[in-house]
């Protein structure tokens, strides 16, 4: 599997549920952001948790950085239907490899 | 007062042409990247430019060239092109390497 790796690959949910997505790493990494891209468009920064943190929050958005397991939770609550759009995360290695993407995970809100 | 912008948005050509695409951003950033995305979605990076510097160079195929001619321009050329290059290529920019970036709209270039 590749660096930055979300699961699952595909999450459809009712409006209203939580939505949890997951990624894992196989490297050292200084930090883990995680992006949004709505279908035909470009992606869209929503967080960034760093290695020294344990858990981050943004407005319905909770983050979870684990680097003993190297894994990463996305936790979207009281989900909308304009949540929908794949989910993308992002490690920074700490050796100075390239920043890497995972294949995303595509996240449909049902109304 | 778009951050990152790309033109064209879309680009249908035929194969064993050469074509540009250019990226601009206003946000001062120093840092500006090219990423390849295909069918699958997969995003992978090609190149990053830092103060002019090319600081990331991806075994990407010698046809694909970066070009900035100053630190707010990244534009990317590519010759010969080949089916295999169609994808969405997204420029983004960021304040410092590797920190939170900003993505251009993406363009979606479709070789026949």
């Known amino acids: 599997s590749q660096q930055g790796e979300e699961d699952p690959q595909a999450l459809s949910i009712q409006e209203g549920e939580n939505a949890t997505m997951n990624c894992s790493y196989k490297?050292?990494?200084?930090?883990l952001q995680w992006y949004r891209q709505n279908s035909g468009r470009g992606l869209v920064h929503l967080i960034l948790?760093?290695?020294?943190?344990r858990e981050k929050h943004s407005g319905r958005l909770r983050v979870t950085l684990d680097t003993s397991k190297k894994s990463s939770s996305l936790l979207i609550t009281a989900s909308r239907a304009a949540d929908t759009a794949s989910y993308f995360c992002?490690?920074?290695?700490?050796?100075?490899?390239?920043?890497?993407f995972g294949p995303g995970t595509r996240l449909s809100v049902l109304p | 007062d778009t951050a990152v912008s790309q033109t064209p948005k879309y680009l249908v050509t035929q194969m064993g042409n050469d074509k540009s695409i250019k990226c601009e951003q206003n946000?001062?950033?120093?840092?500006m990247y090219w990423y390849k995305q295909d069918s699958k979605k997969f995003l992978k990076i090609m190149f990053s430019?830092?103060?002019?510097?090319?600081?990331i160079n991806e075994t990407v195929p010698n046809r694909f060239s970066p070009k900035s001619p100053d630190k707010a321009h990244l534009n990317l050329h590519i010759n010969s092109l080949e089916l295999g290059d169609s994808a969405v290529y997204f420029c983004?920019?960021?304040?410092?390497?590797?920190?939170?970036?900003?993505f251009g709209p993406g363009t979606r270039l479709l070789v026949l």
């Open positions: 946000l001062g950033h120093d840092t």
């Open positions: 983004a920019s960021s304040q410092e390497d590797v920190e939170t970036q900003y």
């Open positions: 948790i760093r290695s020294n943190e």
């Open positions: 430019y830092n103060n002019k510097e090319l600081i």
């Open positions: 992002a490690t920074d290695p700490y050796y100075g490899q390239n920043f890497v």
């Open positions: 490297t050292s990494i200084n930090n």
